[in-house]
């Protein structure tokens, strides 16, 4: 009996052990950061968890199965949005393109679409009218794609999202953005993979302060 009490203490003991360094395995300036300012979310209630990408990124591209994945299978709390990053000049028609065919309710023709051409065939689809060539090809009208790509309402949009991303310190994709107040990556989590554990994480640390 007394030894059975002893294993069953030691277990215990394991346990909360266990229990402490799971709690601390994901640490603030290490594996995730904390915004000074938090950056405002286009969700009303919830916790918001954004993917900031780019479609001609090899990172995003092989990021993009896992954060699916991580999407379908998100509490219903989660509210999962993209946000096309412009970083460079050369990332612009992308973003808008993005915008574009959102504003159409076209995105889910061309979205997979676009990523293999950019980040996996490395076309070069770097303006409007190569871009409206490329959805006319997937049941896009290319006409209308690049009338709303060159449309005042699509460009607002991209500033929009480039302001947000500039005011969560974001310098690199892809990068995840919970709730406007945290961002991980990554480069910051040690792996693609750690790095939707960690916005489980904070998904989990937000929904907390909700209730």
Not at 50 to 63: D, M
Not at 80 to 99: D, N, Q, T
Not at 151 to 159: E, K, L, S, T
Request: proline share 4%; hydrophobic share 40%.
């Amino acid at each position: 009996m007394f030894r059975t009490l002893r294993v069953a203490v030691l277990l215990l003991s394991a346990l909360a052990v266990f229990g402490q360094a799971n709690a601390t395995e994901w640490k603030e300036g290490t594996h995730y950061k904390k915004l000074n300012t938090p950056v405002r979310v286009d969700s009303d209630a919830g916790v918001e968890v954004a993917e900031v990408f780019w479609y001609g990124c090899p990172h995003c591209y092989n990021f993009k199965p896992l954060a699916e994945n991580w999407e379908a299978n998100a509490p219903d709390y989660v509210n999962y949005v993209r946000i096309p990053a412009a970083l460079g000049r050369s990332w612009e028609p992308h973003a808008k393109a993005f915008y574009a065919l959102q504003a159409m309710g076209s995105l889910d023709k061309v979205h997979d679409a676009l990523f293999e051409a950019l980040a996996g065939e490395r076309r070069p689809l770097n303006d409007g009218e190569s871009l409206a060539k490329f959805v006319a090809g997937h049941d896009v009208n290319g006409d209308e794609f690049l009338e709303n790509y060159k449309g005042f309402g699509v460009n607002a949009r991209m500033q929009q999202a480039q302001a947000k991303i500039r005011g969560a310190r974001i310098t690199g994709t892809p990068t995840m953005l919970i709730n406007g107040k945290y961002t991980t990556s990554a480069s910051m989590a040690g792996s693609l993979e750690a790095s939707l554990e960690v916005v489980d994480y904070l998904v989990e640390k937000e929904h907390a302060t909700e209730q």
